[in-house]
């Protein structure tokens, strides 16, 4: 009786579904699925357990839209892969090429003169000069070519040394070719065409950075590549040669022991200037503005670098310029200001004393004296406020900002790379001093330097890059807070208790960060103080004379040559590390 009634009601449902359930109704085994109903379109691959009962849906599978999009952006990748590498490899063989000639230059300058060293990069030059001028002139103006503008390249303080120390530069190779002119009777004209050509490559490289610094390039990307790691590495080649050739340096000694040697009755074949005052000044003027001719190649070489990264950079829609960026501002900040103008003032005292000093025909040893002890009374300050700006950085509640960020990463390298220079002139003073006479006061006092330098280098750089890398109090919601906010909103349905929520965690961050708490009001004082002493420590060996050189302690031990390379590769770097050490520790300041 219920068989029957089973069986009438699946005669009057009808449809393909009456055969199957007919069948499963009775004992025996469902028969095989027939081929082509083995695996329907609508049922589960993977195997997951769910039953899909329905009827057949879409294919789970991409549409042709999204998989051609996909092998697009792959290509994409793969492209811009090797559009990098490429020039990566250029800018590499261009820089061995000039290395060879400068080193063979100095081992061998019978068969390679400074004049073919001259010749190579006057090549360099021109080509990267006339690639710079179709950039500003050609690409840069295309349509669609800079969609994307990089907010964190190029700050304020890049762009103001590039031009302060491009400005400095053509002051340089003006004050060279005065002085070449002076001797215009023993040299030949020909020299004269390179200091000017490098004062045309050096104004249109300044202009071109300064106001092309945040760009990131959409068209013509592999030949901008090029182009930037042509000009960085000839920038690259113009340092190496700063820092190794010394023939200027020399010719201008042999001048002056020439002079003397004329005033004592003794004769001599040297080239001698036609007018010594006016000699004078192109020589006063040529050594002053020596150090910003290599500290200008290094800051192009670093907006050269950043440029080359964010070619074929896409940025977000919301990574501009933060709106809520605070204003540089003391926010009640005493000590430290007053401690760092005290610093200041004393260094301005010692370098003006030293600088009248250093302009007659020897330095006495008491104004060496008085050099190196302001620095050993203001680097173990400055270590100790380091030190305790690292700790106060462990206490604070912030959170560590691990969102890569390939601009704050170019920060870092940069920080640990430019503290190379003068931590490497500590080390070869300390060697030297240890070798000879150590028991002397000024040796001591050089001692100490060498050593309170190398630490307060270290201590800098841990408290900059803890600063670094904590969340900034202004910075805008993160992209996964963002999301998770949107998935809540989905899985209670209602705007108004989120909002209800996000208004009481608003009110909750105001009261917390609204006013300064002592590690915030901390962090702005020592922030501060290593400002201005950094800006001092700044200014002593960007416009002075370098008692590095000048004491003549490691000039005797290792050699004049020697320690001129090691001078001049230190040097431009530690004044690089300074300015550098700013920038960093504005961005705490404001951070914290």
Known sequence: MGRGARAAAAQSGGGRASGPRSRGAGSSPAPKAQPDEAVPAHEDPVGTGKEDTGPPGPSPRKSWLARHFSLLLRRDRQAQKAGQLFSGLLALNLVFLGGAFICSMIFNNVAVTLGDVWILLAVLKALSLLWLIYYAMGTARRPHAVLYRDPHAGPIWVRGSLALFGSCTICLNAFRMGYDVSHSHC??????????????????????????????????????RCGLMLTLATNLLLWVLAVTNDSMHREIEAELNALLEKFSGKETNTCLCLNATVCEVFRKGYLMLYPFSTEHCLICCAVLFVMWKNVGRRLPAHSGAHPNRPHFRLHGAIFGPLLGLLALVAGVCVFVLFQIEASGPEIARQ??????AFYVATLPTMSLACLAGTAIHGLEERELDTVKNPTRSLDVVLLMGAALGQMGIAYFSIVAIVATHPQELLNQLI????LLLILQHITQNLFIIEGLHRRPLWEPVPEE?????????????????????????SRAYIHSYSHLNWKRRMLKEISLFLIL??????MMPAFGIHPEFENGLEKDFYGYRTWFTIVNFGLPLGVFYRMHSVGGLVEVYLGA
């Open 481 to 505: 807070v963002v999301g998770k906010l949107e998935a809540e909103l989905h899985r209670r349905g209602s705007l108004m208790e989120l909002g209800q929520d996000l208004r009481r965690a």
């Open 533 to 538: 002493c950094n800006i001092t420590l700044w």
């Open 367 to 372: 104004y060496f004296t008085l050099y190196y």
């Open 187 to 224: 040299k030949s004209d020909v020299e004269l065409i390179f200091p000017a050509m490098e004062m045309v490559f050096m104004g249109v490289q300044t202009w071109v950075l300064w106001k092309h610094c945040k760009d990131c390039v959409q068209v013509q990307t592999n030949f901008t």
């Open 447 to 450: 001692l100490a330097y060498s």
